[in-house]
T-cell receptor, first 113, second 111 residues
Framework: NAGVTQTPKFQVLKTGQSMTLQCAQD?????MSWYRQDPGMGLRLIHY???????DQGEVPNGYNVSRSTTEDFPLRLLSAAPSQTSVYFC????????????FGAGSRLTVL | QQPVQSPQAVILREGEDAVINCSSS?????VHWYRQKHGEAPVFLMI?????EQKGHDKISASFNEKKQQSSLYLTASQLSYSGTYFC????????????FGTGTRLQVTL
């Protein structure tokens, strides 16, 4: 099993550009989420989903959109990138929404100039 | 609101012990502990559910004090491989996988 796969690993954008970070899992996990990690701030939840067709906002959702059309995929869209969105992004999934272990992807490092 | 971890950083010699604390201003339902090595993804260590349980994983154990809304991670006889940043994540009933993480504790183990 591949686990949680994120692409791309690295990306450089200019301010105002849009892009999508891809996340796919092959473990049939119901729950998927996106975190961003900035120095000294730990991991902060952007958006999450408890199943196909269901998404909700986390702590820092502004500037990001998500959708969950299938159980396997949970893409994160930046509509108009800003330098404040320079960060490392992690996708994570778990079997269910109740107290289950999160499996993280390898991360995507995004730089916005 | 993010849980507060202490200390922010600690340096140990191999074989020494360490304690990392995690405090929340909200009632705790579950506490997860993860370790992240530099440039890698966080990796699950253990989960504790309310009830004051103490779980163990090799020489790493943790406690959960529901009344004090605190959890502590105990690393005994530390090894070089324990180096990394440790995060606690707190969950709430209903969507306990939706974790709020602390800012992390950076642990360095030296010879």
């Amino acid at each position: 099993n591949a686990g949680v796969t994120q692409t791309p690993k690295f990306q450089v954008l200019k301010t105002g550009q849009s892009m999508t970070l891809q996340c796919a899992q092959d473990m049939n996990h119901e729950y998927m989420s996106w975190y961003r990690q900035d120095p000294g701030m730990g991991l902060r939840l952007i958006h999450y989903s408890v199943g196909a067709g269901i998404t909700d906002q986390g702590e820092v959702p502004n500037g990001y959109n998500v959708s969950r059309s299938t159980t396997e995929d949970f893409p994160l869209r930046l509509l108009s990138a800003a330098p404040s969105q320079t960060s490392v992004y992690f996708c994570a999934s778990s079997q269910g929404a109740r107290a289950n272990v999160l499996t993280f992807g390898a991360g995507s490092r995004l730089t916005v100039l | 609101q993010q849980p507060v971890q202490s200390p922010q950083a600690v340096i140990l010699r191999e074989g020494e012990d360490a304690v990392i604390n995690c405090s929340s201003s909200k009632a705790l339902y579950s506490v997860h502990w993860y370790r992240q090595k530099h440039g890698e993804a966080p990796v699950f260590l253990m989960i504790l559910l309310k009830g004051g349980e103490q779980k163990g994983h090799d020489k790493i154990s943790a406690s959960f004090n529901e009344k004090k809304q605190q959890s502590s991670l105990y690393l005994t006889a530390s090894q070089l491989s324990y180096s990394g940043t440790y995060f606690c994540g707190t969950g709430t009933p209903g969507t306990a996988s939706k974790l709020t993480f602390g800012t992390g504790t950076r642990l360095q183990v030296t010879l």
